[in-house]
């Protein structure tokens, strides 16, 4: 299994501005994934982190509204550019398995950041 | 594209009757399914994960069962409590690890 955090819990922010959401696992490993999920609905992927290659991103979602950074095998950070009331969500990361995972593993998720934009 | 159907969006139950919870989706070339809860205000937690070879996957009193063929799962929570409360999600897994979330059941067990 992998524990994960994510810094911050939550956060309210100003239209325009940006937040960097950071993810922290217990354990190395390869897949990492950034999910959002909107106000009453289920789960979206915005983009595949994997360490060593470029952050892989989901049709509608771009680079430069959420740049993402894996420095590690340990560590991502998730950044919401320019704001706007429409990011108002949870942001998630997940993980698979451990260093050499296969995706048939159970796929982790930290606990979330809640972000509302006014 | 694969899409996930959650089948009822919403279920109450008194303490311990048995819930069914109906998961389907389009593309039968998964890797495998999990299934998760979500409690309010938390992140996910992993109940189960079939892989797609499987057919049956039991955790206690969870078991999920999977029809790739017809693209249907469905996850048994026995003998409910009321500390199963939660909105349950089904993902689909492709061969990168990419999940496809369900909107999810949210199921209420009255004590």
């Known amino acids: ?118 | 594209k694969q899409e996930v159907t959650q089948i009822p969006a919403a279920l109450s139950v008194p303490e311990g009757e048995n819930l069914v919870l109906n998961c389907s989706f389009t593309d039968s070339a998964i890797y495998n399914l999990q299934w998760f809860r979500q409690d309010p205000g938390k992140g996910l937690t992993s109940l189960l994960l079939i892989q797609s070879s499987q057919r049956e996957q039991t955790s206690g009193r969870l078991n999920a069962s999977l029809d790739k063929s017809s693209g249907r799962s469905t996850l048994y929570i026995a003998a409910s409590q009321p500390g199963d409360s939660a909105t349950y999600l089904c993902a689909v897994a492709d061969s990168w690890g990419k999940l496809q979330f369900g909107a999810g059941t949210q199921v209420v067990v009255t004590p």
């Open chain 1, 1 to 118: 299994s992998a524990v994960i955090s994510q810094k911050p819990s939550r956060d309210i922010c100003q239209r325009g501005t940006s937040l960097t959401i950071q993810c922290q696992v217990d354990s190395q490993v390869t897949m990492m994934f950034w999910y959002r999920q909107q106000p009453g609905q289920s789960l979206t992927l915005i983009a595949t982190a994997n360490q060593g290659s470029e952050a892989t991103y989901e049709s509608g979602f771009v680079i430069d509204k959420f740049p993402i950074s894996r420095p590690n095998l340990t560590f991502s950070t998730l950044t919401v550019s320019n704001m706007s009331p429409e990011d108002s969500s949870i942001y998630l990361c997940s993980v698979v398995g451990g260093r050499d995972p296969f995706p048939g593993e159970t796929q982790y998720f930290g606990p979330g950041t809640r972000l509302l934009v006014l």
